[in-house]
C-alpha cells in the first residue's frame, strides 16, 4: 500500500519537496515552539541584572576570541559537575544572553560560575600567558588584549540592538554606554557612581587590568568573565519550580 | 568554461559580478572602522576576479547548437577541483589545530592563529567548504543523468558555486578577523547568511526545475536525499540565523533568541546539518555512484523508501540529544533521546542497503580502490550512526558530552564517511568528466585509500581513548566520596592522545594531497589523449533546445 | 519502458527503471527491520509513559514515574551528603589538630582535599601548593596571616581584599613611588634597605644607613621597626628569604613604588564548611611535610 502511493508520490516534483517539508517540520514544531509557551521553561528570577555596556563588550570578545569552543557555560545536573563547578546552570541565567554560549566542548573547565573565583590580577596574567599561572595548560595566550583599545562608541547602538531582541535596556542605559563603560574600570572618575546607579550595587566598577585611564579589550572580558554565574542567585537558593 | 556559455549568459554573468563589486565596494565604504569593511573589499576583490575571468573568455566563439544535446557538466568540473582545495586547506588547518593542543605556544602573538579563530575555520572549510562543493557538483552531475535532462539554464548552476564559494570564504575569513556569531556550524555573520539564502533558493531553483524537465517518469532515490538536503538546510538555516544587526554598516549581530530557547534552536540546527548536510547529501551522491561503479542493481527499493522517511522524518526530532542534563526541560531531551534511538534503524537501513547492493561485487570492492572508499564509508556511516544513537542515551551522554568522545564520533562521520564518499566518488567520477579510461595512477588512489583508512583509525581510536579517560576522570569518585582528580589531571592525561590524532590527522590530510595530483594529471591526460578515451557514459540523446 | 528483470545473482525482480543504468531490486524489506523498528519503538513509547515527555501547548506530559530533572539530582546530591555524613560531621566537629591527630581522617583528607585544592587553589598557588609571583608558598611555614589552623580557616573563609566577602582581611601595600611619596633616592635606597634585612651584603653601607631612616618613617608602622612583618595587617616579614614578589632589586623596587594588593578569593560562597577545613588541614600538613 505504502509502496504504491509512495510510486505515484515519486512521480510528483512539487509533492514530494512538500512532502519533505512537512515530515522534517514536524519534529521542529513539538519541540521548539512550546519552549515559548510553557513557563516552567524559564524560572522567574527578579534579582536578574543585565550585562553592563563593558561586560556585554567582553562577551562579544568572548565570542570573537572562540572561547565558547573550549569552554562551556552549562553546568550539567549531574553531581560530578555540581561538586567541581557549583550548582548546576538554570535557564534564567541565560536568559538574556544573546546568543547562549553553553558550549559542547571542554577542553578548558566549565566557566559559568567563574566569576569572583579568582582575582581580576590571575584573569589577566591568565589571559596574558596561561602558562604563567597553569604550566599544564594548553590555552592560547591572548596578549594582544591587552593591547588592543576597547571600541566603545559604538555601545549605544549594541544596546539597541540587544533591546530589539527582548533585552530590557532603558534609554538612559543607552544614553550612557559609552559613558559606563568607561566609567566601569575606572572607579575613581565621576561616572562610576551612575554605573552602580543603572546597574546596580553589586556591580563590579574596578580597574579590571590594572589600569583605570584605558579601556583595553582585557578589561572587558575580565569583566565579563567575573560577572558569569552572578546575575541573579537564583541557582543558589531553594529550588521548588519544579524543571 | 567560459566559452561554453552563450553571449547572452556571458553578459548577464559580467552584470552580476558588476553588481556584486558595487555591493563589495558600498560595504567597504561605509564599513570603515569595523571588520565588516575587510569584507567588503573580500566582496570587491571576488567580484573583480570573477568579471576577469568572464571578460577574458568573452570574445571566445558562441557554443553552437548542439550543446543542448549534451550535459552541461563544466560547473561539475569546477566543482570537483574547489572541493579539493577546500580538503586540503580545511584539513590543514584541522591538523595545525589538532598540534595546538599538544603545543600551545606552537603558535605567534597573531590573534588569527589563535586556537578558538581557527577552529571554526577547520570546521567550515571542511564541512561547507570541501563537503558542500563535492555536494553541489555531484548533484548537478547526478540530477541530470537520472533525470536524462540537461540543467535548464547555465548561468544558474554558476551562481550557486561561486556564490556558495564566496560565503565560504567570508566565513573563513570572518573567523580569523573576528566576525562570527559563535553558533557551531552557522558561525557566519548576518550578510553572509542572508548571500547563502540567496543562493541556496537558485539552488533548489535549480534542481527542481531540471526535475520538472526529467524525461525518466520517476525521480530516483539520490535525487531524493539530495532534495532534502537542499530543503531542509534551507529551513534550519534560515531559522537557527535569525538575528539583529547592530547596524547595516558592522558586522555584529545579537541572535533573536536567547538562552534555552537559542540553545533548542541551535542544536535543531546543529544536529540537522549533520543530518541533511552531512548526512542525507552524502547518503544521495553514495545512491548513485556506488551501484554506477559496482555495476549492481540497488538492493531495495522498498529498503530505500523506508530508509529515505525514517531518517527524513525521525533526524528531525533528535537534536535535543546535544543538551542532555542542561537547563532544556527534562521532556525535549527525552524526545531526541527517543527519537535518536529510532534513528538508527532508518540509519542502518540506508548503510544496509548500501551494502547489501555490494553483494556480487566484492570482488571489485577487493581490487578498486575507488569502490572500496565507498564501500568504507558505507561501513563508516553504519559505525557511527551506531555510536551517534548510542552516545544519545542520557546516562551515555552524560559521560561523553563535552569530551573528546564526541570529536571522536564526529570525525568517525567525517573522515570516514563523509569524506571516504567523496573521494570514491571523485576517483569515479573525475575518469567520466574529463573523458579518460580511468585515474591517472590506480596506485595512488589505492596509497590515498590506506592513508585514509590509518588516518582515520588513528584518529578515532585516539578520540575514543582520550574521550572515555575524561569523561572517567571527571566523575571518578575516591573510596571517601569524593572527587579523585582535578581538572588539569584529565588534561595532562590528554597529551600523548592529542599527539596521536595530531598524527593520525596528518596521514589524512596527506590523502587529499595526493588526490588533487591524481586529478590534475587526469585532466592532463586528458587534454594529451583529447579526450578521445571512451566515456564510461553513454551520452544519452537530449531532446534540442528544451 | 518499466520492464521488470530478473536479477541473476539475488533472484529478485527489478522495479523495471533504469536511471542510466542504475536499476533496483524490488527486494522485500527484511522483517527484522520491522521487528528492529517495533522495538525501538516499544522502548520510546515504555520512555514516554514514564518519563516526561510530549509537549501539550502550556504544560507537558509528566510521565507516571512523576520525575523531574532537579528532583534526580538533588536525590543524588543528598544521598552524597548522606553517604559521608560520618566522616564529614567528624571533621567538622573535631578541631584541625584532632583531625591530623587521627591517621585514617587525615588519609581522607588527603585524598579529598588534592582535587579541591587542584581545582580552586592551585591556579595561584601552583599544584604543588609553592606558590609563585605574588602567590604566597603555602608549604614553607612563612605565613602572612598566621600559621595557626583558625588563621588559616579565616583566610579561607572571607579571602583578603576581596570585595565579595563583607569581612574580607584587608591589606595593601601603598604606592610609594607612583603615588609621590618618597623621591626616587629615597625609593632607591629603601629598596637596598629592605634588601639587607634578608642579606646583608646588599648595598653600601650609607645606602643601607639611609634606607633604615626612610623606612623607619614610611614602612614600621606596617612592617614593624624591625622590618619582621605584622600578622594583623597582613604585611609580610621582610628579614627572611621568602619573598612574595621577588626579592631581586627590580621586583623590590616595582613592589615599593607601585604597591601591591593581592587578591585572595573568599571561600565561603563557594566551599562548603568542612571542605574549607579538609583544605586548611591538607595546608598546614604540607608545611609539616616540608620542614
Ligand atoms: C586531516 C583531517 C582532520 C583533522 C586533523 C581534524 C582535526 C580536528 C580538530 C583538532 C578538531 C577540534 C577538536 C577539539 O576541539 O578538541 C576538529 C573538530 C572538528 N572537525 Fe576535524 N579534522 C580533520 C578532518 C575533518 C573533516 C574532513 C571534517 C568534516 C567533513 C571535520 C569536521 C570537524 C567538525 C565538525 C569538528 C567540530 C566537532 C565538535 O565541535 O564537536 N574534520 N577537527
Ligand atoms: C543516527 C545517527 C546519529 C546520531 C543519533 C548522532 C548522535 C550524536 C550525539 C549524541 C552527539 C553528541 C552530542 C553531545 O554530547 O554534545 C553527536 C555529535 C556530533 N555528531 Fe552525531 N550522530 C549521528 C550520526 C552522525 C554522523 C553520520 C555524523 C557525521 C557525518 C555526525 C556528526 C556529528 C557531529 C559533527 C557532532 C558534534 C556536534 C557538536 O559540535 O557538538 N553524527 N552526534
Ligand atoms: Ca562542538
Ligand atoms: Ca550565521
Ligand atoms: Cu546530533
Same mark, same amino acid.
Given at each position: ?220 572580558l575580565v569583566a565579563y568573565l567575573q560577572i558569569l554565574g552572578r546575575l541573579t542567585d537564583a541557582a543558589y537558593q531553594n529550588k521548588d519550580k519544579g524543571e | 568554461m567560459i566559452s561554453g556559455l552563450t553571449l547572452g549568459e556571458r553578459q548577464t554573468a559580467v552584470c552580476l559580478s558588476l553588481a556584486l563589486l558595487v555591493l563589495g565596494v558600498i560595504f567597504a565604504g561605509a564599513g570603515q572602522g569595523d571588520p565588516l569593511g575587510v569584507h567588503g573589499f573580500i566582496i570587491a576583490a571576488y567580484a573583480v576576479v570573477v568579471m576577469g575571468a568572464v571578460i577574458t573568455g568573452y570574445y571566445a566563439p558562441a557554443p553552437g547548437a548542439d550543446r543542448l ?13 574547489? *572541493? ?28 588569527? *592563529? ?44 554558476? /551562481? ?78 534560515? /531559522? ?128 578498486? *580502490? ?51 564518499? /567523496? ?76 599527539? *596521536? ?11 587529499? /594531497? ?33 | ?35 528492529? $523498528?517495533? $522495538? ?9 509513559? $514514564? ?79 609553592? +606558590? ?104 609580610? #616579614?621582610?628579614? #627572611? ?33 568542612? #571542605? ?10 604540607? +608545611?609539616?611535610?616540608?620542614?
Amino acid at each position: 500500500m505504502f509502496t504504491r502511493t509512495h510510486y505515484k508520490l515519486e512521480r510528483h516534483t512539487i509533492g514530494f519537496a512538500v512532502a519533505i517539508i512537512v515530515v522534517s517540520a514536524i519534529g521542529g514544531l513539538f519541540e521548539i515552539a512550546p519552549l515559548f509557551t510553557i513557563d516552567e521553561t524559564v524560572e522567574t528570577a527578579p534579582d536578574m541584572r543585565l550585562y553592563t555596556p563593558l561586560e556585554l563588550a567582553g562577551r562579544n570578545i568572548y565570542i570573537r576570541e572562540g572561547c565558547y569552543a573550549c569552554h562551556s557555560q552549562m553546568i550539567r545536573t549531574l553531581r560530578d559537575e555540581v561538586e567541581r563547578y557549583g550548582p548546576y546552570s538554570l535557564a534564567v541565567e541565560s536568559k538574556y544572553d544573546h546568543p547562549m554560549l553553553w558550549g559542547s566542548k571542554r577542553t578548558g573547565p566549565d566557566l559559568a560560575r567563574i566569576g569572583g573565583k579568582y582575582s581580576d590580577a590571575w584573569q589577566v596574567a591568565h589571559l596574558y600567558n596561561p602558562r604563567d599561572v597553569v604550566p599544564q595548560s594548553v590555552m592560547p595566550a591572548y596578549r594582544w588584549l591587552a593591547r588592543n583599545k576597547l571600541r566603545t562608541e559604538d555601545l549605544g547602538r549594541h544596546l539597541i540592538a540587544q533591546r530589539r531582541v527582548g533585552v530590557p535596556y532603558t534609554d538612559d542605559m543607552i544614553a550612557h554606554a559609552e559613558q559606563d563603560a568607561k566609567a566601569q574600570v575606572d572607579p575613581d572618575s565621576d561616572n562610576a557612581e551612575g554605573v552602580s546607579e543603572r546597574y546596580g550595587e553589586a556591580t563590579h566598577v574596578r580597574a579590571f587590568d590594572g589600569n583605570p585611564r584605558d579601556v583595553t579589550e582585557m578589561d572587558a572580558l575580565v569583566a565579563y568573565l567575573q560577572i558569569l554565574g552572578r546575575l541573579t542567585d537564583a541557582a543558589y537558593q531553594n529550588k521548588d519550580k519544579g524543571e | 568554461m567560459i566559452s561554453g556559455l552563450t553571449l547572452g549568459e556571458r553578459q548577464t554573468a559580467v552584470c552580476l559580478s558588476l553588481a556584486l563589486l558595487v555591493l563589495g565596494v558600498i560595504f567597504a565604504g561605509a564599513g570603515q572602522g569595523d571588520p565588516l569593511g575587510v569584507h567588503g573589499f573580500i566582496i570587491a576583490a571576488y567580484a573583480v576576479v570573477v568579471m576577469g575571468a568572464v571578460i577574458t573568455g568573452y570574445y571566445a566563439p558562441a557554443p553552437g547548437a548542439d550543446r543542448l544535446t549534451q550535459y552541461y557538466d563544466d560547473p561539475t568540473k569546477f566543482g570537483i577541483i574547489v *572541493a579539493m582545495l577546500w580538503a586540503i586547506f580545511g584539513m590543514f588547518v584541522g591538523d595545525w589545530v589538532a598540534w595546538l593542543l599538544a603545543y600551545p605556544d606552537m603558535t605567534f602573538d597573531a590573534a588569527w *592563529a589563535s586556537f578558538g579563530r581557527l577552529r571554526p575555520v577547520h570546521t567550515t572549510g571542511v564541512i561547507f567548504g570541501f563537503g558542500g562543493n563535492a555536494l553541489i557538483a555531484t548533484s548537478y552531475h547526478v540530477v541530470q543523468r537520472t533525470s536524462r535532462a540537461r540543467l535548464p539554464d547555465q548561468l544558474s548552476p554558476w /551562481v550557486v558555486l561561486i556564490g556558495y564559494n564566496l560565503f565560504c570564504l567570508l566565513a573563513v575569513s570572518g573567523y580569523l578577523i573576528g566576525i562570527t556569531q559563535s553558533k557551531e556550524y552557522a558561525e557566519p555573520e548576518w550578510y553572509a547568511d542572508i548571500l547563502l539564502v540567496i543562493v541556496w533558493v537558485t539552488y533548489f531553483l535549480l534542481y527542481i526545475r531540471t526535475l520538472a524537465r526529467r524525461q525518466e517518469p520517476h525521480i530516483y532515490v539520490a535525487n531524493w536525499y539530495y532534495m532534502a538536503f537542499i530543503l531542509v538546510v534551507a529551513v534550519l538555516h534560515i /531559522v537557527n540565523n535569525l538575528a539583529v544587526p547592530v547596524s547595516l554598516t558592522e558586522a555584529k549581530s545579537y541572535s533573536l533568541f536567547a538562552g534555552v530557547q537559542d540553545a533548542m534552536t541551535q542544536w535543531w540546527y546543529g544536529h540537522n546539518a549533520v543530518a541533511f548536510f552531512l548526512t542525507a547529501g552524502f547518503l544521495g551522491m553514495m545512491y548513485y555512484y556506488l551501484p554506477k561503479r559496482a555495476g549492481r542493481p540497488i538492493y531495495s527499493y522498498r529498503m530505500s523508501i523506508v530508509g529515505f522517511w525514517g531518517i527524513t522524518f525521525f533526524y528531525m526530532w533528535a537534536g535535543s540529544h546535544h543538551l542532555h542534563y542542561t537547563a532544556l526541560p527534562l521532556w525535549v531531551q527525552n524526545l531526541g533521546m527517543t527519537f535518536s534511538v529510532m534513528l538508527l534503524v532508518p540509519s542502518w537501513i540506508a548503510a544496509g542497503n548500501a551494502l547489501m547492493t555490494l553483494n556480487g561485487a566484492w570482488t571489485r570492492v577487493r581490487d578498486d *580502490a575507488t569502490l572500496r572508499f565507498m564501500a568504507m564509508a558505507a561501513v563508516f556511516y553504519g559505525l557511527s550512526t551506531f555510536e551517534g544513537s548510542f552516545m544519545a542515551i542520557r546516562p551515555v551522554n552524560s559521560l561523553s558530552h563535552y569530551t573528546d568522545w564526541t570529536i571522536g564520533h564526529v570525525h568517525a562521520g567525517t573522515l570516514g564517511w563523509v569524506s571516504m564518499i /567523496v573521494f570514491g566518488t571523485f576517483y569515479s567520477l573525475v575518469p567520466w568528466m574529463w573523458k579518460v579510461e580511468r585515474m591517472y595512477s590506480r596506485k595512488l588512489v589505492e596509497w590515498h585509500f590506506w592513508l585514509a583508512m590509518a588516518g582515520t583509525l588513528i584518529y578515532v581510536f585516539a578520540m575514543w581513548n582520550s574521550g572515555i579517560i575524561q569523561g572517567l576522570m571527571w566523575r571518578t569518585y575516591n573510596d571517601g566520596g569524593t572527587l579523585a582528580y582535578s581538572f588539569v589531571d584529565s588534561l595532562v592525561a590528554m597529551h600523548p592522545y592529542y599527539i *596521536a590524532r595530531a598524527v593520525g590527522g596528518f596521514l589524512f590530510f596527506l590523502g587529499p /594531497v595526493i588526490g588533487l595530483y591524481n586529478i590534475l594529471m587526469t585532466i592532463r591526460l586528458s587534454r594529451e589523449t583529447a579526450g578521445t578515451g571512451i566515456a564510461e557514459m553513454p551520452v544519452v540523446a537530449l531532446k534540442a533546445g528544451e | 519502458m518499466s520492464v521488470e528483470k530478473r536479477d541473476p545473482h539475488t533472484g529478485y525482480l527489478t522495479t523495471g527503471h533504469d536511471w542510466n543504468g542504475i536499476e533496483e531490486l524490488n527486494t522485500p524489506v527484511p522483517k527484522v527491520i520491522y521487528i528492529c $523498528l517495533g $522495538l525501538a519503538f516499544a522502548f520510546a513509547l515504555i520512555y514516554w509513559l $514514564l518519563m516526561p515527555a510530549f509537549p501539550l501547548g502550556l504544560t507537558y506530559t509528566k510521565g507516571l514515574l512523576g520525575v523531574s530533572q532537579h528532583s534526580l539530582i538533588d536525590a543524588d546530591l543528598q544521598q552524597a551528603q548522606t553517604d559521608q555524613q560520618t566522616v564529614t560531621s567528624k571533621i567538622a566537629t573535631l578541631s584541625v589538630d584532632e583531625v591530623r591527630a587521627d591517621a585514617g581522617l587525615m588519609h581522607y583528607v588527603r585524598a579529598t582535599a588534592v582535587p579541591i585544592f587542584g581545582d580552586n587553589c592551585a591556579a595561584c598557588h601552583g599544584i604543588d601548593a609553592k +606558590g609563585g609571583p605574588g602567590y604566597p608558598n603555602l608549604t614553607d611555614n612563612s605565613w602572612l596571616w598566621g600559621g595557626d589552623a583558625d588563621a588559616v580557616l579565616e583566610t579561607l573563609r572571607v579571602g583578603v581584599n576581596d570585595e565579595q566577602h563583607d569581612d574580607t582581611r584587608v591589606s595593601q601595600m601603598l604606592a610609594f613611588g607612583r603615588d609621590g611619596m618618597l623621591d626616587r633616592n629615597a625609593l632607591l635606597s629603601v629598596v637596598t634597605y629592605v634588601q639587607s634585612l634578608s642579606k646583608p651584603d646588599a648595598g653600601t653601607v650609607e645606602a643601607i644607613g639611609a634606607g633604615r631612616e626612610v623606612f623607619a618613617a614610611n614602612c614600621a608602622s606596617c612592617h614593624g621597626e624591625k622590618g619582621a612583618g605584622s600578622i594583623e595587617l597582613g604585611a609580610p #616579614d621582610l628579614t #627572611d628569604s621568602v619573598w612574595l614578589y621577588g626579592g631581586d632589586t627590580q621586583s623590590v623596587f616595582n613592589t615599593v613604588y607601585n604597591g601591591r594588593t593581592g587578591v585572595m578569593p573568599s571561600w565561603e560562597a563557594r566551599l562548603s564548611d568542612v #571542605d574549607r577545613k579538609i583544605l586548611a588541614t591538607y595546608v598546614l600538613s604540607l +608545611g609539616e611535610a616540608g620542614q
